[in-house]
Every structure is written in structure tokens, then in C-alpha cells.
């Protein structure tokens, strides 16, 4: 069973960074593409960023490009996304996502229905 389980969330303020993990279980991590999401209340979940299966290829939501940053740690079977000049508007439940992606080269994936497993979430809060 396919288990993904974030960490990393907290309450900061303004212009402060945070790094948010997500570790796969039950299966290959480098079986799949990974994306994070973000669902802040009120609102409907929206992307935040996806991994490509293999080669790294990397997309971002216009509103954390520049800011935000994904990478895998296959070794460890994880993906982490270090958020920097956090914003208030930032403040939201994050999910990491993860969609089987096996010698799909090069695609990427941004609406939520793509993705076949999810985590918990983690809580992020961004005080002004």
C-alpha cells in the first residue's frame, strides 16, 4: 500500500523560509511523477509544483516561481520543497501527491485529478 506522509509545515512570519518533505512508502519512489499541492480555506486545492517521473523536468505555479523549489532525494525516498519569501497568501494545507509515471519521459501532470495518492497534509501558516 502506497503511503505518503508530509512534514515540515509551522507557523512563520513574512519573508521566512520553510522546507516541507513528503516520504513515500509501499512503493518505488522513482515509480512516479510528484506534485504539492495547496488548499487554503475557502478555496479549492490548487497546484503548487510537480517532479517529472525521471529526468527532473520541474513546473511551477506562476505565484511560487522564483520562490519555491522541488527536488527529489530517491536515496531516501523523498521529495522536499523548500518555500522561501513566504508570504501570507501562502498560508494553507499542503499535500504532496505522487501519480504512477513509468517511461512517461518528460510529462508533467497539474490538476489534482491526475494524481492517484496523497498525503495528509501539512499546515502552513504565514503570519504578516
Known amino acids: 500500500q502506497v503511503q505518503l506522509v508530509e512534514s515540515g509545515g509551522g507557523l512563520v512570519r513574512a519573508g521566512d523560509s520553510l522546507k516541507l518533505s513528503c516520504t513515500v512508502s509501499g512503493r518505488s519512489i522513482t515509480d512516479f511523477a510528484m506534485g504539492w499541492f495547496r488548499q487554503a480555506p475557502g478555496k479549492e486545492r490548487e497546484f503548487v509544483a510537480v517532479l517529472s517521473w525521471r529526468e527532473g523536468i520541474s513546473q511551477y505555479a506562476d505565484s511560487v516561481k522564483g520562490r519555491f523549489t522541488m527536488r527529489r532525494d530517491n536515496a531516501r525516498s523523498t521529495v522536499n520543497l523548500q518555500m522561501n519569501s513566504l508570504q501570507p497568501d501562502d498560508t494553507a494545507l499542503y499535500y504532496c501527491?505522487?501519480?504512477?509515471?513509468?517511461?512517461?519521459?518528460?510529462?508533467?501532470?497539474?490538476?489534482?485529478?491526475?494524481?492517484?495518492?496523497w498525503g495528509q497534509g501539512t499546515q502552513v501558516t504565514v503570519s504578516s
Open positions: 501527491a505522487a501519480r504512477p509515471a513509468q517511461n512517461q519521459w518528460g510529462r508533467v501532470w497539474l490538476r489534482d485529478s491526475d494524481y492517484d495518492y
